[in-house]
């Protein structure tokens, strides 16, 4: 059964820093990445990382920030520092079994094959 199961989502005050994670199972996926939507805003793609490597945020988390994976334990990881209170949104991690690139994968998430619940990050001023 395919699942992707998020976790460290929470509240934190600007300038403090969480760590989410994405358990991925089922699958070997080839192309993993962050999504974010807060309440009235379309669906904004944060970070994504592809097979090769390469990774690639969205401008408004450049330098904040850093995704990763653990291939042996088949989990994605946001380390997201200095957090602001727009970055407060429901966390969605996605992937994919084809070795997308990093930027199609951002620019594309309704051809993505599968996605998590979601966990909620707020960040109050």
């Known amino acids: 059964q395919v699942q992707l199961v998020e976790s460290g989502g929470g509240s934190v005050q600007a300038g403090g820093s969480l760590r989410l994670s994405c358990a991925a199972s089922g699958y070997t996926y080839n192309s993993m990445g962050w999504f974010r939507q807060a309440p009235g805003k379309e669906r904004e793609g944060v970070a994504a990382?592809?097979?090769?490597?390469?990774?690639r945020y969205a401008d408004s988390v450049k330098g904040r920030f850093i995704v990763s994976i653990d291939n042996a334990k088949n989990t994605l990881y946001l380390q997201m520092n200095s957090l602001k209170p727009q970055d407060t949104a429901m966390y969605y991690c996605a992937a994919d079994r084809r070795p997308l690139g990093s930027w199609w994968f951002l620019e594309n998430p309704g051809k993505l094959g599968s996605w998590g619940q979601g966990t909620q990050v707020t960040v109050s001023s």
């Open positions: 990382i592809d097979s090769a490597g390469s990774r």
